[in-house]
């Protein structure tokens, strides 16, 4: 049974650090894209950043880029989004996902989901 548990979230001050860890069980992420996405009250789910888990090939959205890295721990199966500069409208739920290998940003690319973690940027 394939599991995606997001951890990490919680509430930071604008200009704040969170680090984000998504780890997988049950599924062999090799080939695979990684891809984290969020969603705020009222808006659309979109893609943040995502990583093909064999050759770490990282993708950002423009919002984000030079803000966040995203980066992996093969030997522990675990995705991680170091969010750096964080701004209250970074707010969200933030969720990580699996897909075919290239994926991007469409969540219709992504199969598998994890339950998400709130993020809160606010002072």
């Known amino acids: 049974q394939v599991q995606l548990v997001e951890s990490g979230g919680g509430l930071v001050k604008p200009g704040g650090s969170l680090r984000l860890s998504c780890a997988a069980s049950g599924y062999n992420l090799d080939y695979h894209t990684i891809g984290w996405f969020r969603q705020a009250p009222g808006k659309e789910r979109e893609g943040v950043s995502c990583?093909?888990?064999?050759?770490?090939?990282?993708r950002y959205a423009d919002s984000v880029k030079g803000r966040f890295t995203i980066s992996r721990d093969n030997a522990e199966n675990t995705v991680f989004l170091q969010m750096n500069s964080l701004k209250p409208e970074d707010t969200a739920v933030y969720y990580c996902a699996i897909g075919a290998w290239p994926s991007y940003f469409n969540p219709y690319e992504y199969d598998y989901w994890g339950r998400g973690t709130q993020v809160t940027v606010s002072s």
């Open positions: 990583i093909g888990y064999s050759d770490g090939t990282a």
